[in-house]
């Protein structure tokens, strides 16, 4: 059919050009000399303005018109008619957008994000919070043009989580919570403790990029399509087939660090390799949702790379390449302390348990946010009482409290839940892969992680957008999501750790 043909045309050149930006972007944090900041900046808002024109052209929604009722579309999962429901989600929401909302959130996030840095160095809320005030009314307008049925919230959520609602979050989490709250308490009443110094110790770093390297090959990451290189904040770029960027940083005297993050990047970047190149473009060849790519990302981090058969085959290997750090270290007392738990006061440092409080915490508080509950002059009190109900501890200060993530000063409100809903597929998926492949332990105590990423490769990132996160998770484990998988793998590592 012509118009089906123009159509994926139209969308696949603007994801070209899209890609063009991905490249200048990763360039920009990882090689770019400070200077080229403005340049940089500017041939990004240009391009950025390209792709937004192409995204919205009226032709998309012409063609739309004309293909959508047709018998091209009629099989709901055929690639035509997945292509055709993604494409009309996506254009609706971008039309939707007034131009000027679009610009002036656009504008208030770049100046937004360096107040936010000044205030986390300071410690100083009152200088970040008038931008949050108006970073908070600029997406109670966003909700409104985008229209919800729920709550305003929704609409912001649906951005990164099509189909996702705050309701159906709320009875997932709070079954979550409750039990992690229970089990945090029961590890910090054990007494018990790891020895985590011994991931202190000196790990030149020209070794630890070279076991890390090896570790992302070991589980399946392709160097011929794909890199390594350096940054401040750890990422993954997947520029097109064949080119994806993995991004890492270093610290001679952080063990787990970098190594962990690569992990991570390298879970992020199986899933890009993974994807249909027939399909490169469109919703067929695309990731589902950000949860479902995070579920990625920490299948390979924790579920796999802090497992103790993982460590059985790695930790030989560990002691040859970090003799001087890791002559004296058991098996045991590695694996130990690399799977600490304990509360602290920042997300990005925290473990596998305690990890998913600090995002339901955020969660509690952007809902309250954007429904007006929550004045933005009130979040440092709320933050805090939160934390201390999560924890039993209050941050010292704000730096350390709500001012300690950068999502809220770059407009991305209804983010975070997608960082547990990636831990709770994560754990769903890998309980089914599990059963499916008769067990991991095996394969993996011999080195073999293939069989779970052509698994994975078959059954999740092969169907590019097929089906919304949800129906995936159902379609791959016959059953729709539900904690009890991420709690099950909690209980059977961490009690036995911590005699519990
Ligand atoms: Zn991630």
């Given at each position: 059919m012509e118009a089906y043909k123009e159509l994926i045309r139209r969308v696949r050149e603007a994801r070209l050009l899209g890609s063009c930006a991905a490249v200048l972007g990763w360039d920009q944090r990882t090689y770019m000399p400070a200077k080229g900041a403005l340049h940089r900046a500017q041939q990004l808002a240009l391009l950025a303005g390209m792709v937004h024109e192409q995204t919205t052209a009226p032709e998309i929604g012409g063609l739309l018109d004309e293909i959508e009722g047709s018998e091209l579309v009629r099989e709901g999962d055929s690639a035509a008619a997945v292509n055709v429901r993604e494409i009309r989600r996506r254009y609706d929401r971008a039309c939707k957008l007034p131009r000027a909302l679009v610009t002036e959130l656009a504008r208030t996030c770049t100046l937004a994000r360096d107040v936010w840095v000044q205030a986390r160095r300071s410690s100083d809320f009152a200088l970040f919070r008038p931008w949050l005030e108006k970073i908070v009314a600029l997406k109670r307008q966003e909700a409104e043009s985008v229209g919800y049925a729920g709550a305003a919230y929704d609409a912001l959520l649906d951005d990164y989580e099509p189909g996702e609602t705050s309701a159906h979050l709320a009875t997932l989490f709070s079954d979550l919570r409750e039990e992690l709250v229970g089990l945090v308490a029961a590890i910090q009443a054990s007494g018990r403790r790891p020895d985590n110094s011994v991931l202190h110790r000196e790990y030149p770093v020209d070794r630890q990029e070279g076991f890390g390297r090896a570790a992302a090959a070991m589980i399946g990451f392709d160097f011929a399509a794909g890199r390594l290189d350096e940054t401040a904040h750890p990422f993954c770029s997947g520029i097109g087939p064949g080119d994806t960027r993995l991004t890492t940083r270093y610290d001679s005297r952080d063990f787990g660090d970098a190594f962990f993050s690569i992990l991570h990047e390298a879970g992020h970047g199986i899933y890009d390799q993974g994807l249909d190149p027939a399909h490169y473009g469109t919703p067929m060849g695309a990731a589902v949702s950000l949860?479902?790519?995070?579920?990625?990302?920490?299948?390979?981090?924790?579920?796999?790379?802090?497992?103790?058969?993982?460590?059985?085959?790695?930790?030989p290997q560990a002691r040859r390449s970090f003799p001087e750090a890791l002559a004296d270290v058991s098996l045991d007392a590695f694996y130990y302390a690399i799977n600490d738990c304990r509360p602290s006061f920042i997300r990005v440092d925290a473990d596998e348990v305690t990890y998913n409080l600090h995002v339901l915490l955020r969660f509690e508080l952007e809902q309250a946010l954007i429904s007006g509950d929550l004045p933005a002059a009130d979040v440092p009190a709320a933050w805090n009482e939160a934390f201390t109900r999560y924890f039993g501890l209050t941050p010292p200060d704000d730096a350390q409290g709500c001012l300690q993530d950068t999502h809220w000063s770059g407009g991305a409100v209804g983010y975070f839940p997608t960082y547990t809903l990636g831990n709770l597929y994560a754990a769903q998926f890998f309980a089914q892969a599990s059963v499916d492949l008769g067990g991991l332990d095996e394969p993996f105590r011999r080195g073999e992680f293939a069989p779970?990423?052509?698994?994975?490769?078959?059954?999740?990132?092969?169907?590019?957008q097929r089906h919304r996160a949800a129906d995936l998770v159902a379609a791959v484990t016959a059953e729709p999501l539900s904690p009890r998988f991420f709690l099950d793998h909690l209980r059977a590592k961490f009690g036995p750790l911590y005699g519990i």
């Open positions: 949860a479902i790519h995070e579920s990625q990302s920490r299948l390979w981090e924790n579920f796999v790379g802090r497992s103790r058969a993982f460590w059985e085959h790695v930790f779970l990423k052509e698994w994975l490769t078959t059954k999740i990132h092969r169907h590019g």
